[in-house]
């Protein structure tokens, strides 16, 4: 399912930003949903999911404890709050969902090598 980001921008080391996520129609439930980067001259990395098997989470190291992943199904909205923003956080953010059976950690590491089913995603830039 393609989804589309939005609420990227320029913020100076230390700031905090809120990406969001619209699904275009009630497909949250049941899906793993994730949020995925890619900086320049780097491969696409998962941050963050969610699973569909028991709703477990994964972030990755380099996140933990200052990003945090949910999801609004009244709004059919995903959310990226992320905090204390480091340079190294400058990539375009996406957004993806599927239905399949996969818990947080194995979406986050799957679903980059998906060459199709990429929306538009968010510059986020962070510098001083």
């Known amino acids: 399912v393609q989804l589309q980001a939005s609420g990227g921008g320029l913020v100076q080391p230390g700031d905090s930003l809120r990406l969001s996520c619209a699904a275009s129609?009630?497909?949250?439930?049941?899906?793993?949903i994730g949020w995925f980067r890619q900086a320049p001259g780097k491969e696409r990395e998962g941050v963050s999911c969610?699973?569909?098997?028991?709703?477990?989470?994964y972030y990755t190291d380099s996140v933990k404890g200052r990003f945090t992943i949910s999801v609004d199904n009244a709004k059919n909205t995903v959310y990226l709050e992320m905090h204390s923003l480091k340079p190294e956080d400058t990539a375009v953010y996406y957004c993806?969902?599927?239905?399949?059976?996969?818990?947080?950690?194995?979406?986050?590491?799957?679903?980059?090598?998906?060459?199709?089913?990429w929306g538009q995603g968010t510059q986020v830039t962070v510098s001083s």
């Open positions: 969610i699973g569909s098997t028991t709703g477990s989470t």
């Open positions: 993806a969902a599927d239905k399949h059976r996969y818990d947080a950690n194995y979406y986050c590491h799957i679903r980059p090598s998906y060459a199709a089913g």
């Open positions: 129609r009630f497909i949250l439930d049941g899906y793993a």
